[in-house]
């Protein structure tokens, strides 16, 4: 705990110390947010529905990352909306896949560690897991949302007179530099929180075939892949977004 302590001071203190007000306003949201995650914790636990649950706090969160993070106010209401409509689009995407994949619950990697806890919690696992992806993809498509939202602003700015047309090709190039960057930490996200469970695996000496069918591994793919399908879609919309802000005139 003393760790944790001290690496989030050390971290406060840079952000504050390069960013200013606001980089505490960043620091400060991430600490609303982890509150408010525990608070959904303890309101999943306590029988309140999981995926209203997870919705809302969802939308809380996307607000307090958007709007404490960024000063500018119309590229926060473009990034909230576009944010807000990708959430909605993912979690009719999420809710069908999650139950024909079934990775909800345990891993049999997990059992010794559960076998002497009652699983019966009163709690549907199918519906955790759809608030545990839905949450889990909130932070890239709020950070996507932003970088797209403000690079577009700066673009504006700088050419008055630029069309529709010309703002959604600069969207795309924005987009494609930040879907690279965004693929690459997702993956490698995934790979290094797993790693000892692959070493694990592998002296084990268990097949490829293991892994494609392992509940963690393909729990974990399913993440990547709805964070990634979230990025793409969060460009689109915010791209989208912005240029609807265009005087007409400037539309062809």
């Known amino acids: 705990m003393e760790t944790i302590g001290i690496l989030a001071a050390i971290l406060g203190l840079l952000m504050v110390l390069i960013a200013g007000k606001q980089g505490f306003m960043a620091f400060f949201s991430v600490v609303i947010n982890f509150c408010l995650l525990f608070i959904t914790i303890l309101l999943l636990s306590s029988g309140f529905p999981p995926l209203a649950t997870a919705l809302f706090s969802a ?3 996307l607000a307090i990352t958007i709007y404490m993070g ?10 909230f909306l576009a944010t807000i409509c ?29 076998e002497a806890f009652n ?20 932070g890239a498509i709020a950070e996507a949302a932003i970088a797209i939202a403000s690079g577009l602003k700066e ?25 690279g960057m965004t693929f690459n930490t997702l993956f490698f996200g ?14 084990l000496h268990n097949s490829f075939s293991y892994y494609l069918n392992s509940k963690i ?13 979230a990025v793409i879609l969060v460009i689109l919309f915010t791209t989208w977004l912005m240029g609807r802000k265009l005087p007409a005139k400037k539309e062809s």
């Open 217 to 229: 591994f393909v729990a974990e793919c399913l993440l990547v892949l709805y964070s990634a399908i």
């Open 59 to 61: 939308i809380c969160i």
């Open 70 to 79: 960024n000063t500018d106010e119309q590229t926060s209401n473009t990034a």
């Open 119 to 138: 699983l019966l919690i009163g709690v549907s696992f199918e519906q955790i897991l759809v608030a545990t992806t839905l949450l889990s993809t909130l």
């Open 155 to 179: 673009v504006i700015e700088e050419n008055k007179q630029i069309n529709r047309a010309a703002l959604f090709r600069s969207g795309r190039n924005i987009g494609f530099q930040i879907m």
């Open 190 to 203: 995934m790979f290094g929180g797993n790693l000892a469970l692959f070493i694990l695996l592998n002296k």
């Open 86 to 114: 990708v959430m909605l689009v993912m979690l009719c995407l999420i809710i069908p896949f999650d139950h024909l994949a079934q990775v909800q619950g345990f891993a049999n990697e997990q059992s010794e560690e559960i």
